[in-house]
T-cell receptor, first 114, second 114 residues
Framework: KAGVTQTPRYLIKTRGQQVTLSCSPISGHRSVSWYQQTPGQGLQFLFEYFSETQRNKGNFPGRFSGRQFSNSRSEMNVSTLELGDSALYLC?????????????FGEGSWLTVV | AQSVSQHNHHVILSEAASLELGCNYSYGGTVNLFWYVQYPGQHLQLLLKYFSGDPLVKGIKGFEAEFIKSKFSFNLRKPSVQWSDTAEYFCAVISSGSARQLTFGSGTQLTVLP
């Protein structure tokens, strides 16, 4: 069974540009969440989607947004990129909203802002 | 808000040594607990998880963890480490009803010397 798939794996953007990252969850998983990983801040929660609805959002500025499609695939967007947005962006999926569901991570998208 | 503390930032061991990585969380209610591992250049992989029941849980690759509710701890152990265990280890918690939001510790870098 395929895991969580993220594209692109690596990208370089210029300050001020915007970027869209994509995530395909494990088949049958309806919850998709996004995390940012940096050496300084560690792993931080961005947002979580379930059935195309954002259910939870972390403490990030409005430049960070996301959405989920009817097939559970998700995208996140960062507008007006800043140097500090350089990070590994991880997508994760889980089956549903129950308490006994494990969260599985993709390989991540490495974003470098120059 | 919940938080997770991993007090060991970098642990260096020789092969065959025993390992214990500390993890403490702050949350008074029901929690689900996880340990993830990130090998160099790879994505986060689930080592083990605790939802309820037996507080001693066994995971992959010979790892185990013990949930001690009174101490708010979920320490990771392995009797005999191998060079291939060199990686970064993250403890994470979901509180009941937090909509699939993982709160991570800062991670522990484990280096195993051959």
């Amino acid at each position: 069974k395929a895991g969580v798939t993220q594209t692109p794996r690596y990208l370089i953007k210029t300050r001020g540009q915007q970027v869209t990252l994509s995530c395909s969850p494990i088949s049958g998983h309806r919850s998709v969440s996004w995390y940012q990983q940096t050496p300084g801040q560690g792993l931080q929660f961005l947002f979580e989607y379930f059935s195309e609805t954002q259910r939870n959002k972390g403490n990030f500025p409005g430049r960070f947004s996301g959405r989920q499609f009817s097939n559970s695939r998700s995208e996140m967007n960062v507008s007006t990129l800043e140097l500090g947005d350089s990070a590994l962006y991880l997508c994760a999926s889980s089956r549903n909203t129950g308490d006994r569901n494990t969260i599985y991570f993709g390989e991540g998208s490495w974003l470098t802002v120059v | 808000a919940q938080s997770v503390s991993q007090h060991n930032h970098h642990v260096i061991l020789s092969e065959a040594a025993s390992l214990e990585l500390g993890c403490n969380y702050s949350y008074g209610g029901t929690v689900n607990l996880f340990w993830y591992v990130q090998y160099p250049g790879q994505h986060l992989q689930l080592l083990l998880k605790y939802f309820s029941g037996d507080p001693l849980v066994k995971g992959i690759k010979g790892f185990e963890a013990e949930f001690i509710k009174s101490k708010f701890s979920f320490n990771l152990r392995k009797p005999s480490v191998q060079w291939s265990d060199t990686a970064e280890y993250f403890c994470a918690v979901i509180s009941s009803g937090s909509a699939r939001q993982l709160t991570f510790g800062s991670g522990t870098q484990l280096t195993v010397l051959p």
